[in-house]
């Protein structure tokens, strides 16, 4: 069997240098670093921008929900609104299902 496997012998390893335990730990920096820059801090501007359009909600906004939902805002509270997505048919939502604030006028059969 040792004609495929080389036989394990024991090297001595060479003496770590004084700067070599903080040099092991760039990399993971630097990784961190881009995983911040490229992932983490967009995410966050996002969330901090759905959070602001959510608090501007007002009655008669048009609206594209997460879902899908096309409609006007006809009510408001504190957690909820309520969706006029066709003449007649109310669908009451979250304030977070709110995905867009459409212009004035999108909306033409409402």
Do not use: C
């Not at 730990?25 to 490229?38: A, D, E, G, N, S």
């Not at 801090?41 to 048009?62: G, I």
Request: proline letters at 5%; aromatic letters at 10%; charged letters at 20%.
């Amino acid at each position: 069997m040792s004609f495929f496997i080389e036989d394990a012998l024991a090297q001595s390893a060479p003496a770590a240098g004084p700067g070599s335990g903080l040099m092991s730990f760039l990399p993971l920096f630097f990784i961190f670093l881009v995983f911040y820059f490229l992932l983490i801090r967009p995410q966050m501007k996002r969330a901090k921008d759905h959070k602001a359009l959510v608090s501007a909600l007002a009655n008669d906004d048009e609206v594209i929900t997460s879902g899908g939902l096309l409609g006007r805002i006809t009510e408001l509270s504190d957690d909820f609104v309520s969706v006029e997505i066709s003449p007649g048919v109310n669908v009451k939502l979250q304030r977070q299902a709110v995905a867009t604030v459409l212009p004035k006028g999108t909306i033409k059969g409402l």
